[in-house]
């Protein structure tokens, strides 16, 4: 029970901020967004503005993530491993984030133990049911 809380919170936090950070990368896709990302940060990546990145991150952790977050909330068959498979794409995207930014900063942490959190959870979740399916 108190895994899925944790999945839960961990979700909704990640849903929250990707698809606050997502519209804000969109928005000012050619500028500095938060004041602290100027375009030059891209200079080593395949981008030329925010734009791409802010909707991979909208979808791939904010809409993919609320909806990992309805199906963990409605304990749908398989959400343990929905939950690790949004722990996964989350770590994917710092990884990838941090490669092609070459720099590692306090968020970078952050998310990764919630990715970490979200990968641990579903697995606990999937394994509280013999059948993958979630307990009632």
Same mark, same amino acid.
């Given at each position: 029970?108190?895994?899925?809380?944790?999945?839960?919170?961990? =979700? #909704?936090?990640? %849903?929250?901020?990707?698809?606050?950070?997502?519209?804000?990368?969109?928005?000012?896709?050619?500028?500095?967004?938060?004041?602290?990302?100027?375009?030059? =940060? #891209?200079?080593? %990546?395949p981008f030329h503005s925010w734009l791409v990145p802010g909707i991979i991150l909208l979808t791939a952790n904010g809409v993919l993530g609320l909806w990992v977050l309805g199906l963990v909330l409605a304990r749908c068959r398989h959400d343990g491993f929905w939950a690790m498979f949004q722990g996964c794409v989350l770590l994917g995207w710092l990884v990838a984030e941090c490669v092609l930014?070459?720099?590692?900063?306090?968020?970078?942490?952050?998310?990764?133990?919630?990715?970490?959190?979200?990968?641990?959870?579903?697995?606990?979740?999937?394994?509280?049911?013999p059948s993958g399916a979630s307990a009632n």
């Amino acid at each position: 029970m108190y895994v899925r809380v944790l999945a839960v919170v961990a =979700l #909704l936090f990640l %849903s929250i901020t990707a698809l606050y950070g997502g519209t804000v990368l969109i928005i000012h896709a050619h500028g500095n967004p938060w004041g602290m990302m100027p375009l030059n =940060l #891209l200079r080593d %990546s395949p981008f030329h503005s925010w734009l791409v990145p802010g909707i991979i991150l909208l979808t791939a952790n904010g809409v993919l993530g609320l909806w990992v977050l309805g199906l963990v909330l409605a304990r749908c068959r398989h959400d343990g491993f929905w939950a690790m498979f949004q722990g996964c794409v989350l770590l994917g995207w710092l990884v990838a984030e941090c490669v092609l930014l070459r720099m590692v900063i306090w968020p970078h942490y952050l998310y990764g133990v919630v990715a970490l959190v979200l990968i641990l959870a579903g697995a606990a979740m999937r394994h509280s049911s013999p059948s993958g399916a979630s307990a009632n």
